[in-house]
C-alpha cells in the first residue's frame, strides 16, 4: 500500500518537471542525438535533474532509472522511473503531445504511474489496487465487443522491426483501420485509459517508455501485457500492448503471435 507520502512526491515531481519544460516549449535551443539517435533537449535534462533532486532529499534509499542519466541503486525494493519527455520529437516540433512519465516500482513491478501533459495541464494518476483518475477525477477505458471496431495507435511504423512491423499491420487489418492514430507516444495510451482509444501496441520500448503506463491503464479498467500477454515488469522485452477491454487480449496476442513467430 502506498503512502500520501509516495502520492504526494509522485505530484511534486510532475511540478518540477512542468517548470522546467513548459519555458523551453516552442523556443529555440539546441538539441542533439542520443547513441541510438533519438534527440535529446536541455528540457529533458533540466526536468531529469529537478526530479532527481527531489527523491534523493525525500527517499534517498530509493534507486533510480532516468532516461537521461541512468541509473542510481538504492537500498531498498523499489525504483522511481523517469522519462522526463516521453516524445521529444513531439516536443522539438511544438506539437502537445508530449508527456513526462514517472513511475514507482516495487520489486521489479509498477505500483505507481503518473502520465504529465506539461503543456496542456493535463494528468493521469494509476495507482495499484485503486482508479486512475485524470485530474483528479475518475475515468474508465471502453469495452471493445469486436476487434473489427477497435481504434488501434502506435508511435510509428520506424520503431518496429519488419517482423514486428507484419505482426503490427495484420493485427491493424483486422481492426477499424481507417481511424488508425500513427504517432502519439505516451499520449495513446492516456486517451486509451480515458476511454477514446482501443489498443496500443509497440516495441522496442525500455522501462522509462512503459512502467508508468501500466498503473494507469490498469487503474482505468485495461489491461498491459508484452506481446505473448505476460505482464509488464523491469525484465520485460520491450513489446508492449493496452488494451481498454481485457476480453481482447487472446485475440490480440494469437493474432501478433502468429505473425511475430513466422
Not at 489496487?129 to 520506424?158: D, M, S, W, Y
Not at 487489418?173 to 495513446?188: E, F, I, L, S
Not at 482501443?198 to 501500466?214: P, S
Request: net charge negative; hydrophobic share 45%; aromatic share 6%.
Amino acid at each position: 500500500m502506498l503512502s500520501d507520502a509516495e502520492v504526494t512526491l509522485a505530484h511534486r515531481l510532475a511540478d518540477a518537471a512542468r517548470a522546467e519544460i513548459r519555458p523551453l516549449f516552442r523556443t529555440t535551443f539546441d538539441h542533439e542525438a542520443k547513441g541510438d539517435a533519438t534527440p535529446v533537449t536541455v528540457a529533458d535534462r533540466n526536468a531529469e535533474a529537478a526530479m532527481r533532486r527531489l527523491i534523493e532529499a525525500e527517499f534517498s534509499a530509493d534507486g533510480i532509472v532516468g532516461e537521461e542519466f541512468g541509473v542510481k541503486h538504492g537500498k531498498s525494493s523499489r525504483q522511481w522511473v523517469l522519462d522526463p519527455i516521453d516524445g521529444t520529437t513531439a516536443f522539438l516540433a511544438g506539437r502537445p503531445i508530449f508527456g513526462t512519465l514517472i513511475a514507482l516500482l516495487v520489486d521489479g513491478f509498477p505500483v505507481l504511474g503518473l502520465i504529465d501533459q506539461p503543456i496542456l495541464g493535463e494528468r493521469w494518476l494509476g495507482i495499484a489496487g485503486k482508479g486512475t483518475t485524470f485530474n483528479g477525477k475518475p475515468v474508465k477505458t471502453r469495452l471493445c465487443p469486436q476487434l473489427e471496431r477497435a481504434t488501434i495507435a502506435t508511435t510509428g511504423p520506424h520503431y518496429f522491426t519488419v517482423a514486428q512491423g507484419d505482426a503490427f499491420m495484420a493485427l491493424a487489418a483486422q481492426t477499424d483501420h481507417k481511424r488508425m492514430v500513427m504517432g502519439g507516444d505516451c499520449y495513446n495510451y492516456a486517451a486509451l485509459a480515458s476511454g477514446h482509444i482501443d489498443i496500443v501496441a509497440e516495441a522496442g520500448l525500455k522501462l522509462h517508455d512503459y512502467a508508468a503506463l501500466v498503473p494507469v491503464v490498469e487503474g482505468a479498467g485495461g489491461v498491459m501485457s508484452d506481446w505473448h500477454g505476460e505482464p509488464l515488469h523491469a525484465g520485460s522485452d520491450g513489446s508492449v500492448l493496452a488494451l481498454g477491454d481485457p476480453a481482447r487480449l487472446e485475440d490480440v496476442v494469437e493474432m501478433l503471435s502468429g505473425v511475430w513467430a513466422q
